[in-house]
């Protein structure tokens, strides 16, 4: 009778537990003095001790309490279901950070699915480690990231490349043997440090370097999925007519889970939005560079919808006017700046609602700023959704501290 009571409370304690962390098992009943000694068929996900390790995928575990009270004893199973990895099914809610690591919060990692840490960079032979800023980016990782994603069931890729890396990828590109080297560097640092896949910033390969960039993806997928078929292998590519041609997306596509357009930064002068979700009317967009334009873009060379994730901007670009009257490009501003000069009244902010697209000019008409807000970040989530694109990715985490932009992302996406 004292085993099969205890056994009823475990039961009710255990049974179809949704496990998400650490358990801790009671070896002993505290009434009764009765021993417990535990088992799990998966061990390497739900120890006998309790401790949790996420895998990418749901398990179903077969717990077993083996109970023990003056001679008699009694054995019982309980079925769990471990937690896997956020799903990467419908709308993605993704993000670069590349400085302030240290604001990366529970909100946060709630909110996204992917989390890009940039940048680690390569030299010439392909070498990972040896790199400085390899080492730091490693460094935020594990004090910064590392934690919250593996709470929380994020996907954490580190970014290889930026804009000052191409003339190494132009080596590590060129040669099988230098493919190869760097592929297998690559799987290394993944299963050291634990980490999820690998995104080539590569800006920008030129035509003629195209079918290589095919052959290092290639590679790269080859490795990467025969290490681990759940990694996952990403590309950022901007937006708009000109970029995406150099990237031999018709062969290069299959070697590739996500393409992150980077939809932003895209601006000449003449007061143009850099990040505007549809082309203006009105001369306020570089011709091909909206979102919407830039979708069409991929999918006539290749890339499905459900591939594409949509660049959103956690920063404006600004325009000053010069002394013949013209705007012509100036720097840009993190959206925590923008919003402290929205808030002390040096910007008053416009909405352009046919390119769903805030801008700000300063109160002597001098300085226009363009940027996303809240409202504009619900606008393309909205349409990421209507077109079935993969989801959102924005450039990068460290330029809100106002925490409004995310906050807008998991509103979007009906996140609890």
Not at 8 to 35: W, Y
Not at 120 to 137: E, M, R, V
Request: aromatic share 12%; proline share 3%; hydrophobic share 35%.
């Amino acid at each position: 009778m004292i085993l099969d009571a205890i056994s009823k409370d475990l039961q009710e304690l255990f049974n179809n537990k949704l496990v998400k962390s650490n358990i801790v098992f009671p070896i002993k009943d505290e009434k009764t003095g009765a021993r417990i000694e535990w088992q799990s068929s998966k061990p390497e996900i739900l120890s006998a001790s309790g401790e949790f390790k996420r895998d990418y995928i749901a398990h179903e575990i077969i717990l077993t309490a083996n109970l023990y009270h003056n001679g008699s004893n009694k054995t019982v199973e309980f079925k769990v279901i471990s937690e896997g990895y956020k799903s990467l099914t419908k709308s993605i809610a993704s993000s670069y950070i590349y400085t302030n690591y240290e604001i990366a919060d529970q909100e946060y990692f709630e909110t996204m699915e992917i989390i890009f840490a940039a940048f680690a960079l390569a030299d010439k032979k392909g070498n990972l480690l040896q790199h400085p800023s390899t080492i730091n980016c490693l460094e935020n990782i594990s004090k910064y990231l590392k934690a919250g994603a593996s709470k929380h069931g994020c996907w954490l890729i580190l970014s290889i490349g930026g804009g000052g890396q191409s003339d190494e990828f132009v080596d590590i590109a060129a040669t099988q043997e230098s493919r190869v080297l760097f592929s297998k560097n690559v799987v290394e640092l993944l299963n050291q440090y634990q980490l999820d896949g690998i995104d080539i910033d590569w800006e920008t390969p030129t035509l003629e370097q195209a079918p290589t960039f095919t052959l290092l993806m290639e590679e790269l997928y080859k490795q990467i999925k025969a290490n681990n078929p759940h990694h996952l292998l990403t590309t950022p590519i901007t937006g708009g007519r000109w970029q995406p041609p150099c990237y031999d997306l018709f062969n290069a596509i299959k070697y590739i889970d996500y393409v992150n357009m980077m939809t932003y930064g895209m601006t000449n002068n003449q007061r143009q939005y850099h990040n505007a979700l549809y082309p203006s009317t009105k001369n306020r967009t570089l011709e091909t560079c909206s979102i919407d334009e830039s979708v069409k873009i991929f999918n006539d060379l290749g890339v499905p919808n459900h591939k594409l994730i949509a660049g959103l901007a956690y920063y404006g670009m600004s325009q000053l006017k010069d002394e013949n009257e013209k705007w012509v490009g100036d720097k840009s501003f993190s959206y925590t700046q923008i919003k402290e000069n929205l808030d002390q009244g040096t910007f008053i902010e416009y909405y352009d609602v046919e390119c769903e697209q805030p801008y700000a000019l300063d109160s002597n008409n001098q300085i226009f700023v363009s940027y996303d807000s809240p409202r504009s970040i619900i606008a393309k989530c909205q349409y990421v959704e209507r077109k079935g694109l993969a989801g959102v990715m924005y450039w990068q985490h460290g330029q809100d501290k106002t925490g409004e932009l995310t906050r807008a992302i998991r509103k979007s996406f009906k996140f609890k």
